[in-house]
C-alpha cells in the first residue's frame, strides 16, 4: 500500500463534519426564505440577475408538488441507451476508439416484450478521430469523445422507438445538457451541436419524449435562487448583481446577504426541508436550464429539467421543453419514470439494463489489445510499443 490512510484521515474526518455543520445550521434560513417568498417578484429578480450561478426559471410555481402518477393502464414502451467507451493506450501502434451502446427495450401491456443488447462502433480513420477546425485537427478525446458519445446514444435510442409499439419513452442515463461543449471554440461547438440538434429535432417531429436521468444530482440552480432571494440588492433599488457585489466585500464595503444559504444541493433541499420535501413519486416542478450552450438549439428543443423522489433518492429528470410544455406527455415521462424506479430500487430499471449491456469489462478490453497483436503478428510485424509502457509491463527492481 503506497498511500498513508491515516495522514488523509484527520482531513476527511474534517470534511465529512463540516458538510454535517452547514446542513445543520443553513435550515432556519432555508425555512425563513421559503415563509416569505414571493413567486412573482423571485422569478422578475432571476429574470434579470446578473449572477455566476445557474438558476433555474419555472414553467409553473417554483415550489410546487406533483404527487405520483397512476400508472400507464394501457401498458408502455421503455427505450434506454448507455454506452462505454475503450480508447487504445497511446502507447500502443494502432489509435482507435471503440463506443460499445448497450441498449435496453421494455414493452409493457397485452404483449410485454424485452429485448436486450448492445451495438459497438470502432473509430480508426483519421477522419473518425479527429475533428477539423481551421488549419489543424483535434483529436477526439475527452470532452470531444464525450460529445460524440453523447449523440450516438441518442442516435441509437432515436432508432429503437421505431420498432417498438406506443406511447414509447426513450431514457438516458445523465445530463441531456451538452456541457461538455461549453468553453470550446466555435467550430467545436458546431461540430458537437450538429449531430445532437438534429436527433432533438427528430424525436420532437416524431413526438417521441425523450428523457435525462440523473442519480445523486449536485446541481444547485434551485439553492441558487433562493440566494437571488436573500439578496439585497433589489431592497436598495438595484438588480442582483453578484460580480458587483462580490467586489464590494472584498473591499469590505458590505456583507453579502445572500451568505445565509447553506452550500447545500437541491437533491438535499428537495429531499430534507418539510416545506418542500417530496414523497416518494412526487416531482418538483419544471424548471429552464440557463447553460448557455443551449442557446445553440430550438427554443422547443432546449432542456429543462424536473426533481422526482424515486422511492431511494431525489433524482433529477431533463427533457426538451416541447414535452414539458405538453401536460399529457409531461405526465406520460412522470409515470413511467416512477414506474420504472419503483422496478429497480430507485433508478429506472431500463437503464441499469442498458448499463449492464453496454461495460466493457477488463478481460474483454485486453482482448482488444490482443487481437491488435494477433493481426501485426500475422502480417509478419511485431507489436511497437513505447519503452515507458514496456517499463510498467517488466519492473527491474
Known sequence: MTLDILKVAGELRAAVETVIEKERSGRPALLELLRVFDDAEITRRVASARTSWLLGLPLGRYFERIAAPARVRAGYSCVATDASVVVSDRHGPVQYVVINVGFCVLEYGEEPAAQLGSDPIVLWREEELSIPDGTRRIPITGNVLAMRRMVTELEAALRLTQHVHEPVLALQDGTLIPWVLEGQTSSLVQWGIEGYARALGEFRRRRTPVAGVISYPGSRDIINVLRVAACDYP?????????????????????QACAIVPDVTDRWFFATLDDVRLAPGDRSACFRSQSSILDQLPADDRIVFFYLHTGTEVARVELPHWVAVDRDLLDFVHAVVWDQCSRARGYPLALQEAHEQAVVHREERLQLAGLIEQFFARNGFLEQRSAKERSKRVRYA
Open 235 to 255: 431592497r436598495l433599488g438595484q438588480r442582483v448583481n453578484c460580480d458587483d457585489c462580490l467586489r464590494r466585500v472584498a473591499r469590505g464595503e458590505r456583507v
